[in-house]
């Protein structure tokens, strides 16, 4: 379990993962990265952002955010329930890779949790994007 008091959340990961923190200098805002060592194509991100108000049209805020995925062919996008609370969850591809992305809006901040695997490979990480969605709580 990572918890992380700075970016405001707990989330289970695969311990045998490689973790890297990075943090803006006195922002609160960053993201913890994990990459799979036997498959150097796969990430998983969590991302936390301060809000200085809650969004008003979430698919504004949805196509902000994945616009740094060039080239996603979104091949879902829906509202889920989740543990933590409602979330927008989009599942798409580019030439390279199969994403799968969660966006949980709160008051404050906003978090974005993705899993991105090589072409081909979602469906081996499916079990792994279950768990670490189901164990995400974002902290007071």
């Known amino acids: ?5 700075v970016l405001e959340f707990a989330i289970e990961y695969p ?8 943090v803006t200098y006195g922002s609160r805002q ?15 991100k969590a991302r936390s952002t301060l809000t200085k108000q809650p969004a008003s049209n979430p698919d504004q ?33 580019t030439l390279q890779f199969d994403l799968e992305i969660y966006l949980i809006a709160h008051e404050q901040r906003n978090y974005l949790i993705a899993l991105t ?6 469906d ?5 994007a279950s768990r670490v ?3 995400f709580q974002a902290l007071p």
Do not use: C, F, N
Not at 1 to 5: L, T
Not at 30 to 44: A, K, M, N, S, Y
Not at 62 to 69: F, G, K, M, R, T
Not at 77 to 93: I, N, P
């Open 1 to 5: 379990m990572h918890i992380d008091a």
């Open 15 to 22: 311990l045998s993962w490689k973790k890297t923190r990075r």
């Open 30 to 44: 960053g993201e913890v990265r994990w990459t799979d060592p036997d498959h150097p194509g796969t990430l998983l």
């Open 61 to 93: 805020l949805i196509d902000l955010i994945l616009q740094e995925y060039s080239g996603l062919e979104i091949s879902l996008k829906e509202k889920v329930t989740l543990s933590s609370g409602e979330a927008w969850h989009v599942t798409g591809h």
């Open 117 to 122: 695997v090589t072409r081909g490979d979602i």
């Open 124 to 128: 081996d990480y499916q079990d792994i």
């Open 133 to 135: 969605m189901d164990s």
